[in-house]
């Protein structure tokens, strides 16, 4: 019977185009952001459906008709360092009171693929719509900084 796990792993690593997380790198206005716990990017689309009055096909719509892109927002959970505060992490000021932030920020996604292609989004005119910290005296003491940001676009560069 073979021992568990297979000494000709070591040289033939798995063959896969699964990406992961470590593919991905964050920039804030061409800065760097660390220690992102979570990177949720979302849009919505409203679909009005169309319907047909017509008694063969009465109560099912004859088609749906697509609307305006909305709900352009990115949630973000990210741990506070000593040096450096998510928002400033950002390049924005202290958030103590949202009002700070004066001009949006342009925010880049860099996804390195398998094959040592990166992909580039990019996502503009970015604003903080919440932020908010977590603390807890039975936790791993580390402070944990959750936001909500929107944005007018996202295109992808490369």
């Known amino acids: 019977m073979a021992a568990f796990g297979n000494s000709n792993r070591q ?74 505060r998510m928002e400033e992490a950002f390049g924005t000021p202290d958030l103590t009171n949202l009002a700070s932030q004066r001009a949006p920020i ?16 990019l996502y503009e005119g970015v604003w903080f719509k919440s932020i908010g910290r977590s603390y807890a005296s039975d936790d791993a003491r580390v402070v944990q900084v959750n936001a909500e940001l929107i944005y007018v676009r996202c295109t992808k560069v490369q």
């Open 106 to 121: 342009t925010v880049e996604e860099y996804w390195t693929k398998p094959d040592g292609t990166v992909e580039v989004l």
């Open 11 to 84: 040289n033939n690593p798995p063959q896969t185009a699964v990406r992961t997380s470590h593919a991905i790198q964050l920039k804030a206005n061409g800065v760097v952001i660390g220690l992102i716990k979570t990177w949720a990017p979302k849009q919505s689309k409203k679909v009005d459906p169309v319907y047909e009055l017509n008694i063969d096909t009465s109560g099912t719509p004859y088609e749906n008709l697509p609307g305006n892109v909305e709900g352009l927002s990115i949630t973000v959970d990210r741990y506070d360092i000593w040096t450096k």
